[in-house]
């Protein structure tokens, strides 16, 4: 209970906005932090709301003009190209740094000079980062540089907070495009490999970036979300 408060305490009046926040982990952020008593903006590539693509710097520019400061920044952008090194596209390999690296980076740039001392930015990296597997090398080498991107950010940026959370594979919506038995084998091989023995949830995810978001000692990180599996 008291975790629970503090956490409506940390956000209560506070402005958010979250890239991203349409669908999956970003939408259900927004709904958790809007719970809090945050004032929650939402957006996205193509959202009814505020129009931000992370790959297109004149998008983001022009919201930070038109929206004025925020207290935290977060963003789960992100665009997979998961194929084996002979099919590598190289404009899918650069859209996928452009989401994972760049793109945190321009939001840096435009938001960080509207941001108060306590402010935060919270963006998400994954778990293949530290766990290759074949297929992957893309998606890895962007989180995993995401995360080294957080901690140069945090020195750049102090007294502004940087963090990012590393969720492993997670029950988000993001997987309901297979087909029921193969999504099911991939939850059932997730929880086998988690030293938690199950696959992530929503609340899990959404729990960690609240106290982040409210973590006042807590920057330059990279906090994973992933029950363990990494260590496997």
Do not use: C
């Not at 090194?85 to 690296?101: C, T």
């Not at 029921?180 to 696959?199: I, P």
């Amino acid at each position: 209970m008291y975790t629970v408060l503090a956490m409506n305490e940390n956000l209560a009046g506070k402005r958010i906005l979250i890239v991203g926040g349409a669908r999956g982990i970003g939408a259900d952020l927004a709904r958790r932090t809007g719970q809090s008593g945050a004032d929650v903006v939402v957006a996205a590539r193509s959202g009814p709301e505020v129009r931000i693509d992370v790959t297109d710097e004149t998008t983001i520019a022009r919201a930070a003009a038109s929206l004025g400061g925020f207290d935290h920044v977060v963003s789960t952008a992100s665009a997979h190209h998961d194929v084996p090194v002979p099919d590598l596209e190289h404009d899918k390999i650069q859209a996928a740094f452009a989401a994972k690296v760049v793109g945190p980076l321009l939001l840096a740039k435009h938001f960080a000079p509207r941001m108060p001392a306590g402010g935060s930015f919270l963006f998400f990296s994954g778990i293949v980062g530290w766990k290759p597997k074949p297929g992957t090398v893309v998606k890895g080498t962007a989180n995993a540089a995401l995360a080294a991107l957080v901690t140069h950010l945090a020195v750049e940026l102090a007294p502004l907070r940087v963090n990012a959370i590393a969720p492993g594979i997670t029950d988000s919506g993001a997987w309901d495009r297979l087909p029921d038995d193969r999504r099911r084998a991939l939850y059932d091989g997730a929880a086998a490999a988690s030293l938690a023995g199950r696959v992530g949830a929503l609340e899990d995810v959404a729990d960690t970036a609240l106290w982040l978001l409210g973590a006042g000692g807590v920057t330059g990180e990279t906090v994973h979300v992933d029950g363990g599996a990494r260590h496997r």
